[in-house]
């Protein structure tokens, strides 16, 4: 089986803007807020559909219903939805104040755990990140704030640098500062508990639902910094968890095939600078693209300039 590159699913959103047309080179709606590109998912609602090839037209769903232990590898429990949603980000505007429920109180709020990372592709000078709250800060503190509606100074906050990957656990209370381009990938969840949205309107002119009461039940509260991890030399582990794990790479151009072996996982290859060719399939996997690795097939990639991956594996 080939790799697999999906079309992407656009989503409107109040923070968003162009650059993925302007830097990614898509073709999105002209003149709307364009937040989010999902490259690829398996939800009820949200289905990537296969783009060219022995495959094009089928969802990813219909695809795993078919040849589930082909793409997933022999423990593959038939009718588990992919575990793991890739979107990229286009934060023209700062993003809510957020969380997501870790797995402990997630079932008792009806929602999802997610756990995540950010590659920041790019960012605008003095761009942020807000992650967790500062030092010293109880839990206590953080709802007297937010009964105050003075939660901003307890935010703790970092400049961006492109390059910059980030790994944010369930419970993380954070949020993404306008100027910033990231890839994000994540467990397959959906669900946001929003606590602070900077006393703006969303795109119908209507205040957005905010969840205190959930926030509360899921924040961890954690005194030590979220750092970011960088790509050193040609390879480096940037994420190392239950869920995932993400490596990135730098390749040269004109130089032995990076060999991805078929039977130990399956993968996903994202593309953040340069472009790739899969010498067995010959594939092309350019800036942007994610595409996926089955676990029945090896890939050999190429790169004819400077090119930097990423690979999830392990989930």
Same mark, same amino acid.
């Given at each position: 089986?080939?790799? !697999?590159?999906?079309?992407?699913?656009?989503?409107?959103?109040?923070? &968003?803007?162009?650059?993925?047309?302007?830097?990614?080179?898509?073709?999105?709606? =002209?003149?709307?807020?364009?937040?989010?590109?999902?490259?690829?998912?398996?939800?009820?609602?949200?289905?990537? #559909?296969?783009?060219?090839?022995?495959?094009?037209?089928?969802?990813?769903?219909?695809?795993?219903?078919?040849?589930?232990?082909?793409?997933?590898?022999?423990?593959?429990?038939?009718?588990?939805?992919?575990?793991?949603? #890739?979107?990229? $980000?286009?934060?023209?505007?700062?993003?809510?104040?957020?969380?997501?429920?870790?797995? *402990?109180?997630?079932?008792?709020?009806?929602?999802?755990?997610?756990? %995540?990372?950010?590659?920041? $592709?790019?960012?605008?000078?003095?761009?942020?990140?807000?992650?967790?709250? #500062?030092?010293?800060?109880?839990?206590?503190?953080?709802?007297?704030? $937010?009964?105050?509606?003075?939660?901003?100074?307890?935010?703790?906050?970092?400049?961006?640098?492109? &390059?910059?990957?980030?790994?944010?656990? *369930?419970?993380?209370?954070?949020?993404?500062?306008?100027? =910033?381009?990231?890839?994000?990938?994540?467990? =397959? *969840?959906?669900?946001?508990?929003?606590?602070?949205?900077?006393?703006? $309107?969303?795109?119908?002119?209507?205040?957005?639902?905010?969840?205190? %009461?959930?926030?509360?039940?899921?924040?961890? #509260?954690?005194? !030590?910094?979220?750092?970011?991890?960088?790509?050193?030399?040609?390879?480096?582990?940037?994420?190392?968890?239950?869920?995932?794990?993400?490596? &990135?790479?730098?390749?040269?151009?004109?130089?032995?095939?990076?060999?991805?072996?078929?039977?130990? *996982?399956?993968?996903?290859?994202?593309?953040?600078?340069?472009?790739?060719?899969?010498?067995?399939?010959?594939?092309?996997?350019?800036?942007?693209?994610?595409?996926?690795?089955?676990?029945?097939?090896?890939?050999?990639?190429?790169?004819?300039?400077?090119?930097?991956?990423?690979?999830?594996?392990?989930?």
């Amino acid at each position: 089986m080939n790799p !697999l590159i999906f079309n992407p699913i656009y989503k409107e959103r109040v923070w &968003g803007g162009q650059k993925l047309a302007t830097r990614l080179g898509r073709t999105i709606p =002209n003149h709307r807020p364009i937040g989010e590109s999902w490259e690829i998912v398996d939800r009820e609602d949200d289905q990537s #559909v296969v783009v060219h090839g022995t495959h094009q037209g089928k969802t990813l769903k219909q695809l795993l219903e078919s040849y589930g232990a082909e793409i997933m590898g022999p423990s593959y429990q038939t009718g588990a939805p992919f575990p793991i949603l #890739v979107k990229w $980000l286009d934060c023209k505007d700062t993003l809510s104040v957020q969380v997501h429920p870790p797995k *402990s109180v997630a079932a008792s709020l009806k929602g999802e755990p997610k756990t %995540e990372n950010w590659y920041i $592709l790019e960012n605008e000078p003095q761009a942020q990140l807000y992650l967790g709250l #500062v030092p010293n800060t109880s839990k206590d503190d953080f709802s007297t704030a $937010l009964e105050n509606n003075q939660i901003e100074p307890l935010l703790a906050h970092t400049e961006t640098q492109a &390059g910059d990957s980030y790994f944010i656990e *369930s419970g993380t209370l954070h949020a993404i500062g306008g100027g =910033n381009l990231i890839l994000e990938i994540q467990q =397959n *969840s959906d669900t946001t508990y929003r606590v602070h949205d900077w006393n703006r $309107l969303g795109l119908d002119g209507q205040p957005r639902q905010l969840h205190p %009461e959930e926030t509360v039940k899921s924040l961890i #509260v954690n005194d !030590l910094p979220i750092l970011p991890a960088r790509i050193e030399a040609s390879q480096t582990i940037l994420a190392d968890c239950p869920h995932f794990r993400i490596t &990135g790479l730098h390749l040269d151009g004109h130089r032995e095939p990076l060999v991805l072996p078929a039977q130990e *996982s399956p993968r996903l290859i994202h593309v953040t600078q340069g472009q790739v060719t899969d010498t067995l399939s010959q594939q092309r996997i350019q800036l942007g693209d994610t595409a996926l690795q089955p676990y029945c097939s090896e890939m050999q990639l190429v790169a004819d300039q400077p090119s930097t991956l990423l690979i999830t594996d392990r989930f």
